[in-house]
């Protein structure tokens, strides 16, 4: 088994960068390992309250875009010091006998967590809330998971050197609705260059996902580029789904 890498981001167009995340889970084949990074704006679960989550009157004065995923989980700000991966796998292909949720956070997930392993090169990480992981007691990551058939995917944030004051003031943390049985350790993020006190650059980051993934999942890795049918695919999702007010507002 192979595993395909795509170093591909479209960091001003947030709507796309959401849309290919979709658009490589229906028409790619095999495993594939994205890296990317928006521009700023407010990521939304499929179902988060806008108006439990979201300083709503703030992104707009400060021209954030709001985009809403179609996995779970909290919303979640980006910017360019925030890196987020993707993972997508056929499961039909993998031999491992976890499916489900189990699958995405019991097996793909150790992906994640080795990876901020390489670039820490520590194992003060620790998982809470089956898919929030944490590094010297600081969120650095939030991740979510999404099954289409066989195809299995992983996405999620990695907090590298965001602008931490900017996050506070888009989003309501802790959110007016969060549930009692949460941890919320969820809501104590720290970038991981400040918690290692030193530089991380985004090739960094990249070689310790490809590493990371390829040897969970046993497979030799090739760098390619998104073809013609999943961009297009990406660009039709992009405007007739993801920058529709009525899917974007779906839960106010």
Do not use: C
């Not at 890498?5 to 229906?26: C, G, H, K, R, T």
């Amino acid at each position: 088994m192979k595993l395909r890498v795509l170093i591909a981001e479209f960091p001003q167009d947030p709507y796309l960068n959401i849309a290919i995340d979709e658009a490589l889970l229906i028409k790619g084949r095999g495993s594939i390992l994205r890296i990317w990074r928006n521009d700023k704006s407010v990521i939304l679960g499929i179902l988060s309250s806008i108006r439990d989550e979201v300083n709503l009157d703030f992104i707009r004065s400060a021209g954030i875009v709001m985009v809403r995923r179609i996995s779970g989980g909290g919303t979640v700000f980006h910017d360019m010091g925030n890196i987020n991966y993707t993972i997508i796998v056929d499961k039909k292909d993998d031999k491992d006998q976890l499916t489900g949720i189990d699958y995405l956070y019991g097996k793909l997930l150790k992906g994640t967590i080795n990876a901020i392993k390489i670039l820490s090169n520590s194992s003060e990480i620790a998982v809470y809330n089956d898919s929030d992981i944490t590094f010297k007691g600081y969120k650095v990551s939030g991740n979510a998971g999404y099954i289409y058939g066989n195809r299995y995917m992983l996405h999620g944030t990695l907090l590298i050197s965001t602008d931490l004051n900017l996050m506070h003031k888009a989003l309501i943390i802790p959110p007016k609705n969060v549930k009692r049985n949460v941890n919320m350790i969820k809501y104590k993020v720290n970038n991981l260059s400040a918690l290692l006190n030193k530089e991380i650059n985004y090739k960094d980051v990249i070689y310790a996902f490809t590493k990371s993934f390829s040897e969970l999942l046993e497979s030799e890795i090739y760098e390619d580029e998104i073809n013609n049918e999943e961009i297009e695919l990406a660009y039709n999702l992009s405007r007739n789904k993801y920058m529709r007010e009525d899917f974007i507002n779906k839960r106010l």
